[in-house]
């Protein structure tokens, strides 16, 4: 039987849509964490943010998000596969990999908050200069309202990641079902076919004609009733 979320909504439909919009989000950050790691390695200036002055603290926290969303975007391919075909072992490394992104989307979600509230340059010695040509560190400095909202709405994304998780999970548990009732349903109709045919299969062969005269037709045997006492009629 199928499975469902949100009441009405097939999880295999949930796990092609989910699958195709992470493939993109991901795909569209791992591209944008590479794109800037260019442009530290090149001590790019664009506009009023020099990367040049992100030190190897900012570099590899880039390296990291590149590999990871990268990571990410090749599952959700997996997964789109796995849900357009049927595959059980592609959604189910899907499934697997989309816990692992949750965990790190929890850590990733702990240092925001972390940058958010302390007021402390994440990255040591980057700075930037505003179009008035005053000299920032790099670090979060918003009103207590944005920073209310910043926090309501990355609670919000784990919680919707985590309920993804869930529904990717249940379409495992589906397709294993459906494994499993079309392996027993193969094997019971083998077993009544096996059946039907012991029953119809003849375990008595009659002789052939040259065995059933074999006792006439051998002289080399007698048979007693063709002896003439012996005969029908003869003492009639």
């Known amino acids: ?47 009023d943010f020099n990367f040049g002055s992100v030190n190897n603290t900012g570099k590899i926290a880039f390296i990291v998000t590149g590999a990871v ?40 979600t702990g240092f925001f908050f972390y940058a958010l509230y302390s ?17 920032h560190e790099c670090k979060l400095s918003l009103p207590t309202w944005q920073k209310v909202v910043a926090t309501a709405a990355a609670v919000v994304t784990l919680f919707i990641q985590l309920y993804i998780a869930i529904v990717i999970g ?17 094997y019971k109709l083998a077993k009544n076919v096996g059946a039907s045919n012991s029953t ?15 006792g006439l037709l051998n002289q080399g045997h007698s048979y007693p009733y063709t002896d003439s006492a012996h005969a029908f009629g003869s003492h009639a």
């Open 1 to 47: 039987m199928s499975k469902h979320f949100c009441c009405c909504i097939p999880v295999r439909a949930a796990v092609f849509f989910f699958s195709l919009l992470s493939l993109l989000v991901a795909g569209a950050t791992a591209a944008f964490a590479w794109f800037i790691l260019y442009e530290i390695d090149n001590d790019k200036v664009v506009g």
């Open 69 to 108: 969303f990268t990571l990410a975007a090749l599952i959700s391919l997996f997964g789109f596969v796995g849900a357009v075909f049927r595959k059980r072992r592609l959604v189910k490394s899907y499934s697997f990999f989309t816990w692992i992104i949750f965990l790190l989307s929890c850590a990733a």
């Open 119 to 135: 007021g402390k340059n994440i990255f040591n010695g980057c700075q930037f200069t505003d179009s008035d040509g005053t000299v």
């Open 200 to 214: 119809y299969e003849p375990t008595y062969y009659p002789p052939t004609a040259q065995d059933s005269h074999q």
């Open 170 to 186: 249940r379409y495992v548990e589906q397709l294993y079902d459906e494994h499993d009732e079309h392996s027993l349903g193969s």
